[in-house]
């Protein structure tokens, strides 16, 4: 018998290869979304038939155990969230109840209406900021250094919460960051591949960076969703690390996007102090060994291969505007 799954946050890049994914495995799939004037849709324009919204808010319980209800799902994954760090510091209030008192609610609501149901919270790397110990896994202390990473902290501590309480099946997914093509221009990955594009067809003079230095540990979206589906076939519910294992700086990010489209980065790059954040996260660097042996879980797609596609869709998007 087919399952049923209920996503929030399907608009955006995990909600979209989840949705996808999802529905490879024969799921119904239910996404929630907020009532908006014009819904943005970009990233599920190619599967939005196949899928069923239910109107709904995290920051309105009410109207998620009604969402809860409709839907019946097997499986919820609750990967809403005000999820760009930078935006945090200035709006700390939303993020906090949005990316923290939100996943309460959306746990309230399962607990309500389908105890049963398997739940997964998008946790984030973001958690162990200023890190106590490299690389970090399931056990490394948290230590954020922005108001989203403090709200993810409650988030994922209000799962186990809930699973110990309640004896939900609860899992936590601590993802390192993650990529695509379908990332926000906001986000320093995907500002670095359409940059390359546009200044390689003519459109933009220079690139505004801050910190070059940052490392990160950054694996492709697409593979990452494969382990939150694999996380609710468990027989016990846990929390799991999922990372490449491998750290780049931003600096090799801006190389390889900007070489792979024949120009040399430093003829462009301008670093410029209003983008260095007010506390930096300096070095990430995960440990996944834990979501390999148990999970089974797999890498496929390497930093370069992620970052050449990245310019590649890039280029494919201007190019078909006409430039």
């Known amino acids: 018998m087919s399952k049923t799954a209920l996503i929030t946050g399907i608009t955006g890049q995990d909600g979209s290869y989840l949705a996808e994914l999802l529905l490879d495995k024969g799921y119904k799939v239910f996404g929630l979304r907020r009532r908006t004037s014009v819904p943005i849709l970009e990233n599920i324009e190619h599967i939005k038939d196949q899928i069923e919204f239910v109107e709904g808010d995290l920051l309105d319980l009410g109207s998620l ?10 499986e919820v994954y609750n990967l809403a969230a005000q999820s760009f760090v930078g935006t945090s510091w200035d709006q700390p209030v939303l993020t ?7 996943v309460t609610n959306m746990l309230e609501a399962v607990r309500i209406a389908k105890p049963e149901a398997r739940f997964y919270q998008a946790s984030s790397s973001e958690m162990f900021g ?8 399931e056990t490394t202390p948290f230590y954020p250094r922005s108001p ?21 099946f609860a899992c936590s997914g601590i993802l390192f960051n993650h990529e695509s093509p379908r990332r926000g221009v906001e986000f320093v990955t995907r500002k670095v591949t359409d940059a390359a594009a546009r200044i390689k067809l003519g459109l ?6 801050g910190n070059l230095d940052s490392q990160r540990d950054w694996g492709f979206a697409g593979d990452y969703v494969k382990a939150m589906w ?3 076939q468990q027989d016990t519910p846990d929390d799991y690390v999922i990372s490449t294992g491998e750290m780049h700086t931003v600096e090799e990010l801006v190389e390889i996007a900007f070489s792979h489209v024949g120009l040399n980065w ?7 102090p209003k983008f260095v954040r007010p506390a930096e996260v300096d070095l990430l660097l995960g440990d996944c060994t834990k979501a390999k042996e148990t ?4 890498l496929e797609v390497s930093f370069k291969e992620l970052v050449t596609m990245m310019v590649d869709s890039d280029m494919k998007k201007y190019q078909a505007l006409g430039n």
Do not use: C
Not at 65 to 74: C, E, G, R, T
Not at 148 to 164: D, F, L, Q, S
Not at 266 to 272: A, C, G, S
């Open 230 to 232: 694999l996380m609710l």
């Open 266 to 272: 430093r003829d462009y790059v301008v670093v410029d």
């Open 96 to 102: 906090g109840q949005v990316t923290g008192i939100g």
């Open 130 to 137: 200023k890190v106590v110990e490299t690389p970090q896994k």
């Open 65 to 74: 155990i009604h969402a809860v209800k409709l839907s019946n799902p097997d």
């Open 148 to 168: 989203y990473g403090v709200a993810k902290v409650y988030g994922h501590w209000i799962t186990v919460n809930y699973r110990e309480s309640f004896n939900m």
């Open 295 to 298: 999970l089974g879980w797999e």
């Open 204 to 209: 933009q003079k220079e690139l505004r960076m």
